[in-house]
């Protein structure tokens, strides 16, 4: 129904930033909320951020002040801004979608991108 790209990760020193993005394509219409996810080795993939096409947005505790999640609606297109980069905010970053009437990290979201990794050393 809908397909995700994600790009811009890569590997960075901590304290540094980088910036994702990921672009959306074939029926989006219904697809309000788009969301980052991320899983590292050994653990359980969490919700990072989320914005609903309307504006509104919801942040992991972990990630509050650093991240900044944001839309370009006519471009199909979400970012995850990143900065003040720690090593453990290593892991594979997802890229997500799911229709319906609110937006939130506990979703379960529908629609999945492949992945891009982030890797921060210290």
């Known amino acids: 129904q809908v397909q995700l790209v994600e790009s811009g990760g890569g590997s960075v020193q901590a304290g540094g930033s980088l910036r994702l993005s990921c672009a959306a394509s074939g029926y989006t219409y219904s697809y309000n909320c788009m969301g980052w996810f991320r899983q590292a080795p050994g653990k359980e993939r969490e919700g990072v951020a989320t914005?609903?096409?309307?504006?509104?947005?919801s942040y992991a505790d972990s990630v509050k002040g650093r991240f900044t999640i944001s839309q370009d609606i006519r471009k199909n297109t979400v970012y995850l801004q990143m900065n003040s980069l720690k090593p453990e905010d290593t892991a594979m970053y997802y890229c997500?979608?799911?229709?319906?009437?609110?937006?939130?990290?506990?979703?379960?979201?529908?629609?999945w991108g492949q992945g891009t990794q982030v890797t921060v050393s210290s």
């Open positions: 914005i609903d096409r309307d504006g509104p947005t």
């Open positions: 997500a979608a799911v229709p319906g009437l609110y937006c939130s990290i506990s979703r379960t979201f529908t629609s």
